[in-house]
């Protein structure tokens, strides 16, 4: 089902023949301008009850091996996390895995990074020391856009579908929780999707969790 951001001018909505509907890769540029463009004292105040949720909710107080992301172009900043998660909390970036999938490092005071090919840093550590996707309890997502179904935009890599593809060989996995960490401004009525696409198993918002119940 395709359908526009609720940001879009309706005026122009009305005038757009179906033809030219919106594509995943049409919705992108203006949410990510949207999620630039947040000042930054909205984006702090958000920010600050997107992690007063994440360390209080109890969903999330029961994991052990928490994975979350390295902040870019706007992106809800998660960082605070590794001073503010319990010591029961294991946290874990990502790392490209030869370019298609991804790894889990661990991340601690003492972790030292190396950008990535597109500038983004990520944490050096020993073989032994990653964690394959399926072994985290919980993985904080970033994302573009999101809808009320859990379906997640991305920036178009297509590097979590790949490495949580996993998820599509049953119905229900009780881990990792795939939770999608956004903006309000980001919320869409409805996003394009494909049959790679790994929904969301649940959004974080500054509005709080929201948990989808998959049958």
């Known amino acids: 089902m395709l359908a526009f951001c609720f940001f879009v001018a309706a005026p122009i ?13 049409s919705l992108r540029q203006p949410l990510r301008r949207a999620r630039r463009a ?5 984006r702090r105040q958000k920010q600050h009850a997107i992690l007063h949720t994440l360390i209080r909710h109890p969903r999330l107080q029961a994991a052990r091996r928490i994975a979350l992301y390295w902040p870019a172009d706007g992106e809800v900043d998660l960082k605070a996390l590794l001073k503010l998660a319990p010591h029961v909390w294991r946290l874990y970036l990502p790392v490209l895995a ?22 983004i840093p990520e944490p050096q550590a020993s073989p032994g020391a990653f964690m394959r996707p399926s072994q985290l309890d919980v993985v904080l997502m970033p994302l573009v856009g999101f809808d009320d179904h859990g379906n997640r935009l991305g920036m178009g890599g297509g590097f979590y579908d790949r490495s949580f593809a996993f998820r599509h060989a049953r119905r229900l ?8 960490v956004a903006f309000e401004l980001q919320r869409c009525p409805a996003l394009p999707t494909a049959a790679w696409d790994v929904p969301l198993d649940g959004i974080l918002s500054e509005r709080g969790l929201t948990l989808f119940h998959r049958t």
């Open 13 to 25: 909505l009305d005038s757009m023949p179906q033809s030219h509907a919106p594509t995943r890769q």
């Open 38 to 42: 947040l000042d930054e004292a909205a």
């Open 98 to 119: 030869h370019g298609s999938r991804l790894r889990f490092a661990p991340w601690n005071t003492q972790t030292s990074f190396r950008a990535n090919e597109y500038g």
């Open 173 to 180: 996995w009780r881990k990792p929780l795939l939770i999608g």
